[in-house]
């Protein structure tokens, strides 16, 4: 079955860090571009960062320049978003897609689990 199964998600206090993990199961990873989005309570989903099969990275979200870097390990199969100085405004379910915007995994990919991210004092 081809899927990405996001996971190292979990609850820290402001200022704290999370790697995320994006893995794929099923085909395999390098020569597709990969994204990460995120969904607050009560807020749209949006795309947070995306690396293409080169390396190079695009920021979708000026809030987490300068925290938040996205990487890749084709060996072995998996994205990671390394989250550095996280905030409230961070909290949020974390997915990963094929894709670098939500309205193209809408309408020709799927989404996984996600990973919930919290930042709380």
């Known amino acids: 079955q081809v899927q990405l199964v996001e996971s190292g998600g979990g609850a820290v206090q402001p200022g704290g860090s999370l790697r995320l993990s994006c893995a794929a199961s099923?085909?395999?990873?390098?020569?597709?571009?990969i994204g990460w989005f995120r969904q607050a309570p009560g807020k749209e989903r949006e795309a947070v960062l995306c690396?293409?099969?080169?390396?190079?990275?695009?920021y979708y979200q000026d809030s987490v320049k300068g925290r938040f870097t996205i990487s890749r390990d084709n060996a072995k199969n998996t994205v990671y978003l390394q989250m550095n100085s996280l905030k409230p405004e961070d909290t949020a379910l974390y997915y990963c897609?094929?894709?670098?915007?939500?309205?193209?995994?809408?309408?020709?990919?799927?989404w996984g689990q996600g990973t919930q991210v919290t930042v709380s004092s």
């Open positions: 897609a094929r894709a670098c915007t939500v309205d193209f995994v809408w309408r020709f990919g799927s």
């Open positions: 099923g085909f395999t990873l390098n020569g597709y571009t």
């Open positions: 690396i293409s099969s080169g390396g190079t990275s695009t």
